[in-house]
């Protein structure tokens, strides 16, 4: 067997529930912060390495044989091996750790529409953050909600013969680092995000906001990709419609919940708005349109085929959705939230261009499973 497990067949493990149990051995408040997590559950645990040197005689007697091991960059694991080897365990290592798990992108097609849209949706497992690539082959791709590793988003497009014409972020992201400008930069393409959420101020990138309702060329006639607004979550938070076909709503509504609108503060204006959007503009949408969300946040949104996606009727289905009372609705809402992680705001000024960090500073900032719903009942 290899010695060590790229963080994609790891994914495939998890996922097909080959994995027998991972064993986390960084300290125990970075492993509270996040862990390694597919998209079904598997049993982990967490030693600290000079824990597990220590301890290793019961160690062994405690871990099966094939365990996973994890650390932050896989050193500490791959040292782990031999010692779990000369007792007779034989275990693999994570390659690259924790940091490469951070960076895993996972692909994923979702069926071709009649008029010929390509839809792929990027899975990341780490943040739970969902981006995508759609368009025509042969013509022109746009990019939504890019994670800051351009590289994957411009071979998927170039796998159909796509140019990456348009970068769009559905809002200022307050949960991860956008790849938006650098990918659009990149390949010479477009860049889009709401100047509600940037402040209205100039940014250090090129952007170009789209008003509500008009159409992305993707270079066939016969397409229809249309920006819609849909205030709430943000101020200038926008959904992306391909008219009975798909709904890719960013952080407006999610599989199971909604976005929460207080990141940006004025919670109770933005649930308002976010009222509005939910019963004005996406309940007279073709109820069957999949919708394509930003995020997941439990496992339980991901379907037998591995996407996180519902027809948009089901969402009016949960209690918040369907709340008629907007008085309610707001009630609902407000004390639903979670408190928001302290990054939050930092990230937004990253992301909209009002504030500078290293590349260590955003490995940092982006620790943890986003935190953007407000709900996540049915
Ligand atoms: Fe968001």
Same mark, same amino acid.
């Given at each position: 067997?290899?010695?060590t497990v790229t963080t994609?067949e790891l994914y495939d493990e998890i996922n097909a529930g080959t994995v027998p149990m991972i064993l986390d051995v960084r300290?125990?408040?970075e492993f509270?912060?996040w862990q390694v997590e597919g998209t079904r559950p598997v049993e982990t645990r967490n030693l600290p390495i000079?824990?597990a ?6 160690l062994?007697?405690e871990i099966p044989q094939d365990t996973i091991v994890v650390c932050a960059?896989g050193?500490g694991s791959?040292?782990l091996l031999?010692?779990l080897?000369?007792?007779?365990k034989?275990c693999r290592s994570l390659e690259?750790g924790t $940091?490469a798990w951070?960076?895993l ?20 497992p780490a ?6 690539? &759609? ?5 022109? @791709?746009?990019? !939504? ?27 200022? =992201?307050?949960? *991860? !680092? ?6 659009? #930069? ?5 860049? *889009?995000?709401?100047? #509600?959420?940037?402040?209205? @101020? ?12 008009? #159409? ?16 709430? =979550? ?7 419609? &391909? ?27 933005? @649930?308002?708005?976010?009222? =509005?959007?939910? =019963? ?9 349109? &999949? ?23 089901? !969402? ?14 707001? #009630? +609902? ?5 979670? @408190? ?14 009002? +504030? ?14 986003? +935190?953007? $719903? ?5």
């Open positions: 067997m290899a010695r994609r300290n125990q408040d509270a912060a000079w824990m040197v220590e301890q290793i005689d019961d062994v007697k960059h050193n791959d040292l031999d010692m080897a000369d007792e007779g034989s690259g $940091a951070a960076e992108l996972v692909a994923k097609r979702l069926p071709t529409t009649p008029e010929g849209v390509v839809v792929w949706q990027v899975q990341r943040k739970a953050c969902l981006s995508y690539v &759609i368009g025509v082959p042969g013509r022109n @791709a746009i990019v !939504i909600d890019p994670a800051r590793f351009p590289q994957d988003y411009i071979d998927l497009a170039a796998s159909e013969g796509m140019t990456v014409t348009h970068v769009l972020d559905t809002h200022v =992201h307050a949960d *991860h !680092i956008t790849g938006g400008p650098q990918l659009a #930069e990149e390949v010479g393409a477009t860049y *889009h995000v709401p100047i #509600e959420d940037t402040g209205r @101020a100039p940014t250090p990138f090129a952007n170009t906001p789209l008003e509500d309702g008009v #159409e992305i060329d993707l270079g066939d006639a016969k397409v229809h990709v249309l920006n819609i607004r849909t205030p709430g =979550h943000t101020p200038g938070s926008t959904c992306i419609n &391909i008219p009975g076909r798909y709904l890719i709503t960013g952080d407006t509504v999610f599989v199971r919940g909604i976005g929460r609108p207080d990141l940006t503060g004025r919670a109770e204006e933005l @649930a308002t708005e976010l009222f =509005h959007t939910v =019963h004005d503009r996406l309940q007279p949408l073709d109820p069957a349109t &999949i919708v394509l969300p930003a995020h997941w946040s439990f496992a339980n949104e991901i379907d037998e085929e591995g996407l996180v996606q519902t027809p948009l009727g089901h !969402i009016f289905e949960s209690t918040l959705l369907s709340e008629a009372d907007l008085a309610a609705f707001i #009630e +609902q809402i407000i004390t639903s939230l979670p @408190a928001a992680p302290d990054t939050y705001d930092t990230i937004r000024l990253v992301n909209s261009g009002r +504030q500078e960090a290293s590349a260590e500073q955003l490995e940092i900032l982006e620790i943890g499973k986003n +935190q953007c $719903a407000a709900s996540t009942t049915t």
